[in-house]
């Protein structure tokens, strides 16, 4: 990619697969809900697993209920979206942790694009038998 071609995310095609995928399934969804599959950064997945120990979720599937079911309640009232939006920004200012430049940004992005990343580990559910 040279300094002139803009990156786009996401992906056009993608995006496109997306909303047609999403269309196809509407019907199908509006019977029997949705699965699907996710992934977590290791930071998430571990935050994930201190509230399942904690006994604040039972599993992964759990948690993504209940917090999208969260975000579905807040949608509508922008004022505390906004509020909270300003108070992540200003606890990231705030972080007493030193920050890094843009260009040690970028060669970490580029390491992390182009090291091996180890297998992501699997929450199995437990079977109901």
Not at 5 to 25: S, Y
Request: glycine share 4%; net charge negative; hydrophobic share 40%.
């Amino acid at each position: 990619m040279t300094d002139t071609e803009a990156f786009e995310w996401p992906d056009p095609a993608d995006k496109a697969h997306a909303i047609e995928q999403a269309k196809r399934l509407r019907n199908q969804v509006a019977e029997g809900g949705l699965t699907f599959e996710a992934y977590l950064s290791p930071s998430l997945a571990l935050w994930l697993l201190d509230k399942i120990e904690q006994g604040q979720f039972l599993d992964p599937s759990e948690a993504v209920f209940v917090i999208l079911g969260e975000h579905e309640d807040l949608e509508p009232h922008a004022d505390l979206r906004q509020e909270l939006f300003k108070r992540t920004i200003q606890a990231a200012i705030d972080d007493p942790r030193p920050g890094i430049s843009g260009e040690e940004m970028s060669a970490e992005l580029d390491d992390m694009l182009n090291a091996s990343l180890p297998e992501p580990a699997t929450w199995e559910k437990r079977s109901r038998r």
